[in-house]
């Protein structure tokens, strides 16, 4: 292996580029916006997984999605595609929801309209104890694609590529050798 290590090298390169290139043209851009909103009143657990349930229905992001004019499997994949995630400080919640669309423009759309529907529904359920929610931080418009970590695609493809070429190359001067000694006799 040793004496093959350029070669080896240079084709775990090559594979991370193919990676990259394969990655680059082959997966869909998916572009992530996110909004925040205050959730003051409540410490309890089971009202933030609530929310987050209520955030998952059709009711809120059907309604919230109404004026896209989106077809039943758009709109499933879209609630598929949207999460809620919270820190917990006391009485006081700050909740994160994740939008992720094939572009940047209907991800910020989309977020805007499901965060506000959210807010609205969220003021008018009746929680024990009673809980106020509001807009904390607006949606913002993604710039670079979320799903498309090149870097560790092409790490992973790089280290992937020595592994098995060292393997290979291990095996075919292994044959080899075994050749050489079996002819040597």
């Known amino acids: 292996i040793k004496h093959h290590g350029i070669v080896i090298c240079l084709l775990g390169v090559v594979l991370a580029i193919i990676t990259h290139l394969g990655v680059q043209f082959g997966v ?12 003051t009143g409540t410490s309890s657990t089971a009202n933030i ?20 004019d989106l077809d039943e499997g758009t709109v499933n994949n879209i609630i598929n595609n949207t999460s809620l995630t919270t820190n917990d400080k006391n009485t006081t919640n700050v909740a994160n ?6 572009k940047p423009q ?6 805007t309209a499901i965060t506000n529907e959210l807010v609205a529904t969220l003021n008018k359920i009746n929680f024990n104890p009673v809980i106020k ?11 670079t694609p979320s799903n498309k970590p090149y870097v560790k695609y092409d790490a992973l493809a790089a280290v992937a590529g020595i592994v ?10 292994d044959t080899n050798e075994k050749k050489r000694r079996k002819s040597s006799k």
């Open 28 to 39: 869909q851009d998916q572009y992530t916006s996110t909004s925040k909103i205050l959730i």
């Open 49 to 68: 997984s609530n929310i987050s349930s209520i955030l998952k229905t059709k009711k809120v992001v059907g309604t919230a999605l109404e004026e896209f």
């Open 97 to 102: 929801i994740t939008v992720t669309a094939d």
């Open 106 to 111: 209907k991800a910020f759309d989309y977020n």
């Open 133 to 143: 929610v509001s807009v904390f931080d607006s949606a913002s418009l993604p710039t």
């Open 164 to 173: 098995v070429f060292s393997i290979i190359f291990y095996l075919r001067e």
